[in-house]
């Protein structure tokens, strides 16, 4: 096995942050080291083409363990892979820069990383608390759906946050190749293709931290439902070989 640097990789791709970006990697600061007490850490943030002053804001952190990679191109699924491949942490956290969770995920994987490959932070388990619009459910009823139809996956929801285990995703990458947000369900659709540990956890959603979501339902729906046809057509590929 690799010897990692950290214990955890607490990766966050942003695109367009100015105004929060500072304060946000305080506060996930912060909140490692309470969560963590004395296990080591890195904060990876992974900036995908912004057009604003994102990157200049970013310049202004001077702390050693906070990393800063820049990407040319827009594409979250792309900064979530580059995430993986970049940590130096055994462990890898990727989750969203303001926090919707606090966390709250963070401390329910930390319970059963020991047991798992890959946890999911899901707003679909039934112990989460979460606030989400009536179309918003509806939409991610279908993709979970879909989800289990087509790939067998019983993941609640794969869009949230993802804990894994660095060494056991690295051989599936290769195969999760979506640039958009598709690429945390192609994570759970080629673990259990695997037979890799997966499993999922409750989260907690404070309402006064929400904010409006850069998802846009018809737009990224239709996206990700072409690369959901992808995956599902390269998995026919793949096992009539």
Known sequence: MTNYQYYLSFCVPVY?????????????????????????????????????????????IKVKNVRVITLKSKGHGLAMKTSIL????????????????????????????????????SKAHPKSLIYSPLLRKISSGIYRFLLRLFFAVKIGDTQGTVFLKKERILPILKNCDSENAFFSA????????????????????????????????????????????????????????
Do not use: C, H, W
């Open 186 to 241: 192609q994570l759970a659709i080629f673990a259990v293709k695997e037979k890799l540990r997966i499993t999922e956890v409750p989260v907690r959603m404070k309402k006064e931290i929400l904010r409006k979501s850069k998802y846009n339902i018809l737009g990224d729906g239709k996206t990700m439902f072409m690369s959901m046809l992808k995956t599902y057509l390269k998995i026919r590929t793949i096992d009539t070989k």
């Open 86 to 121: 970049q940590a130096k942490g055994e462990n890898v956290l990727l989750t969203a820069i303001d926090l919707p969770f606090e966390f709250s995920d963070l401390q329910e994987m930390l319970k059963l990383s020991n047991q798992f490959d890959i946890i999911f932070g």
């Open 16 to 60: 367009n942050e100015e105004r929060i970006i500072l304060s946000k990697v305080a506060e996930i600061q912060k909140g490692l080291e309470k969560s963590l007490k004395n296990k080591s850490y890195e904060i990876l943030v992974v900036e995908n083409g912004s057009t604003d002053n994102t990157l200049k804001e970013l310049a202004k």
